[in-house]
């Protein structure tokens, strides 16, 4: 895989950040070559025995920092209001998507859907998206952005796990938001909504911090952050690995997308880190987000004079068959 510097700031050294915390499994990393130079493993191995933990999800928890208390924080005002300075999908993600959709049903999911920033832009693309959060306050800002009233668009507030959808869907989409949901009831959904020739494809970012030493000084604040709130320090985890292990998703492809460059003010960055779990001004309290907020800035100011930095950005997706049972 390919790696860029921010994935291992914020993977590595900002785990309390669990949303980009996720990493590619080898399973996804030897995949071959298929058609438009994506790599495509149509007859994708069986998933391995080799699991973390056992193969029955209902006795397998999931890691404990993905609890639904912490999913709960994009229900925040102060998360959502900053939700939009986190790195933006690149537009390769769309055409990308397009084509993961299933040709003979143009019909779209997008589970933890958030403001839209997948739905929005993929609606163009397609016959039809509903896009599904159980936040009102995400949804809400979602509706009122760019391409949010869109005739094939439809938000629905729920969960994942229980809503009430409209199949059949040749994709279904989830974007930073599949590690947050219940896999063993999930997965198995997607795989009764999915048409046969339908498949799940999971996005995350893969954006760059700032340059060494001020990401490394700049993850040490955030797990000092982290740790005197009482947020105990967790260990890397992988997506993919979680849902092989226990039997619950089979991978046909994966792809990265050509990095593109973004340019956002130190303010902004900084209010960025303030959309992601365990950051939500709300729940840090003024004091000490204010405290955060200024200690942050003088790490990366002498990094950026000019007051704005530019980032790489890069999207992972990977998709495949969900299984039907577990
Ligand atoms: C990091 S945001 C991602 C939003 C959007 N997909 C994006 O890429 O910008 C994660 C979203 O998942 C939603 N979420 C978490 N658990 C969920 C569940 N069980 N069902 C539906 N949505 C959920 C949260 O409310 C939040 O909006």
């Not at 709960?72 to 397009?98: I, K, M």
């Not at 509706?143 to 005739?151: F, I, L, M, R």
Request: hydrophobic share 35%; charged share 20%; proline share 8%.
């Amino acid at each position: 895989m390919s790696q860029t510097r921010s994935s291992v700031f914020f993977a590595s050294t900002s785990p309390g950040l669990s949303d980009v915390g996720v990493r590619l499994s080898d399973s996804a990393k030897s995949s071959n070559l298929g058609r438009n130079g994506r790599k495509s493993n149509p007859g994708a191995p069986s998933v391995g025995s080799n699991s973390i933990e056992d193969t029955n999800p209902s006795s397998s928890p999931r890691p404990w920092h993905l609890g639904r208390v912490y999913a709960e924080q994009y229900q925040d005002r102060s998360v959502v209001d900053v939700y939009h300075l986190r790195p933006w999908y690149p537009e390769e993600t769309f055409s990308l998507l397009a084509e993961l959709c299933d040709p003979v049903c143009r019909r779209v999911l997008d589970v933890g859907c958030g403001t839209g920033e997948i739905a929005r832009r993929l609606a163009p693309r397609v016959d039809h998206v509903d896009a599904l959060d159980l936040s009102p306050a995400m949804l809400a800002k979602g509706k009122d952005s760019p391409g949010g009233d869109a005739p094939n668009l439809r938000w629905i507030h729920g969960e994942a796990e229980s809503a009430a959808v409209d199949p059949p869907y040749g994709l279904v989409t989830a974007a930073s938001s599949l590690h947050w949901m219940v896999w063993a009831i999930v997965l198995p959904r997607f795989a009764q909504i999915l048409t046969p020739g339908g498949v799940l494809a999971i996005v995350y970012e893969h954006a760059s911090g700032p340059p060494e030493p001020y990401a490394n000084q700049l993850g040490k604040l955030i797990l000092e952050s982290l740790s005197d709130r009482g947020i105990a320090h967790r260990e890397p985890w992988d997506l993919i690995e979680e849902l092989q292990a226990r039997n619950l998703f089979v991978v046909t492809g994966e792809a990265l997308t050509e990095p593109v460059f973004q340019e956002q003010t130190v303010d902004e960055f900084v209010d960025s880190i303030h959309a992601r779990t365990n950051f939500s001004r709300e729940r840090m309290g003024a004091e000490s987000a204010a405290d955060f907020d200024s200690r942050a800035k003088d790490i990366l100011l002498p990094a950026y004079p000019t007051g704005s930095l530019r980032m790489s950005v890069q999207m992972k997706v990977v998709w495949g068959r969900p299984s039907p049972t577990h």
